[in-house]
């Protein structure tokens, strides 16, 4: 059986979405045209490290070009996209690996988001080998979901990315830890409450 890989060159649409409420969310990136659409599961810190990621090879192409590509600054406001995931939201596979590429030539940042897979190895050395060998399988390697994005899309994408990411559940004040709409004990209150 052949590798299966979702290609999308270029999408109508591609986002970090979640579903479930603050707290229990499964994070997923969705690419979409006008007669497919491909989910796939990851979680919240590949998602926002991801967008970190985007952005950081961005501004390295904006700055080794001296300013002179068609990749903005900042994410463009008039192609924003602040909808919800498309549904029904059907997962294709587990995120294990991602990659990002700048394409020179088209201008174009590639996207790749490899299916997670188990390999067992009686050593370290043993395990690399095996994770190399599985990566270099064109042929047979784990599902791939592949999307080349301009440089306005890509910025707008790690922008909703990172809002996604941030839209959880507020930090306690003191701990730094999420609070919970039923509650929070916070380990630095020791078991007291705060006197105003």
Known sequence: MSRQVFLYDPPDRFVAGTVGLPGRRTFFLQASDCNRTTSVALEKAQVEALAERVDELLD???????????????APSDIADTDPLRTPVDEEFRVGTMALA??????????????????????????????????????????????????????????RALDVVNAGRPPCPLCNLPLDPEGHVCPRQNGYRRRL
């Open 102 to 159: 700048w394409d020179g030539d088209a201008e174009r940042l590639v996207v790749e988001a490899q299916a997670l897979v188990e390999l067992e190895a009686d050593s370290d050395e043993e395990f690399a080998e095996a994770e190399e060998r599985l990566l270099r399988d064109d042929e047979n390697g784990p599902p791939m979901l592949r999307v080349l994005l301009s440089g306005g899309m890509a910025r707008a994408f790690a922008k």
């Open 60 to 74: 390295e192409v904006v700055r080794r070009s001296g300013g002179k590509t068609a990749v903005p600054a900042v």
